[in-house]
């Protein structure tokens, strides 16, 4: 919705919609058709017709142009050390190619951070294609990227999590009082799985019962050590110096109905939508558990 679905596309004049298909043989010629798929399941459908799926015919009736994101997994064949490696990794490879040379409109842009240029035979596939070299220290450089600060807290894991909260309300509201409406968004991370599930629980039970007075101990004891909850304590008590409004306002803007977790197999095509749209201003996330 920020960009591709948004309110109004328009190009030369003239009002173009983008509409998602599952093939190109049905495709609107006075909209942009788009099918979103993986390489392994393109590969999949390639060899194995199904009602609906895309087929060779997509690609050799029309103009197609394939946008390949994290397109370094397309040299996988080109870059693979042993004979076994190559075979294997060659048919995702050799499907892209198949398809990008079935028309000689076809058009195949790849967009990786990782291109091993290193490689010898990377740099032979890719020396004499390359269109852009924006490296990772000329987008920070110049400004697309946000500034990482680090502050480290020698908490226990809940009421670390609980500084990040903190901010993320503090943060909410100074854009809420220059009217913009923006949701900061806490993503709290764990090493394994089942660290993930519990810290997850752990979480949602302490954010049930906080109160006022376990948010002033968190300050009294971590402004020192972190200026900006410093900030942001001054910024809450100039509301209500026994914080129990902010203990209010965080028990139900980070309720579990407002939590979400990378990854659950449960429900995962929704919980994808969702995480993929979490600036929409209809969006309820305020953490994200990985």
């Known amino acids: 919705s920020k960009y591709l679905f948004g309110d109004s596309i328009v190009i030369d004049g003239k009002r173009v919609e983008i509409k998602e298909t599952d093939n190109f043989q049905t495709a609107d010629g006075d909209a942009i058709n788009i099918c979103f798929t993986t390489t392994q399941r393109l590969h999949s459908d390639m060899r194995a017709v199904k009602e609906n799926g895309v087929s060779e015919y ?89 500034e990482i600060k680090t502050l480290r807290s020698d908490s226990d894991i809940f009421d670390r999590a609980l500084q990040a909260v903190l901010l993320s309300q503090y943060r909410l509201k100074v854009f809420n009082d220059n009217r913009l409406n923006i949701k900061p968004v806490v993503l709290l991370k764990s090493r394994l799985i089942k660290d993930n599930i519990k810290n997850r629980e752990d979480f949602i039970d302490g954010i049930v019962s906080l109160s006022g007075e376990r948010i002033k101990e968190i300050f009294d004891r971590t402004q020192r050590q972190i200026p900006i909850l410093k900030q942001a304590r ?57």
């Open 58 to 146: 997509d690609f050799s009736d029309g103009k197609i142009v394939l946008i390949s994101d994290d397109a370094h997994h397309l040299s996988a064949g080109t870059k693979s050390n042993t004979t076994e490696e190559k075979e294997n990794a060659r048919h995702w490879e050799s499907t892209v190619e198949n398809i990008f040379a079935a028309n000689s409109e076809n058009v195949l842009l790849e967009f990786t951070a990782t291109c091993d240029l290193n490689n010898a035979d990377i740099r032979a596939k890719y020396e004499e294609k390359i269109v852009f070299d924006y490296p990772l220290a000329n987008f920070r450089e110049d400004g697309y990227s946000k």
């Open 234 to 290: 001054a910024y809450f008590e100039a509301r209500d110096k026994s914080f129990e409004t902010l203990a209010c306002e965080i028990r139900d803007g980070f309720a579990r109905e407002h939590c979400i977790t990378a990854g659950d197999d449960e429900d995962v095509e929704k919980n994808q939508r969702f995480l993929n749209s979490l600036e929409d201003t209809d969006n309820p996330y305020r953490v994200v558990f990985a």
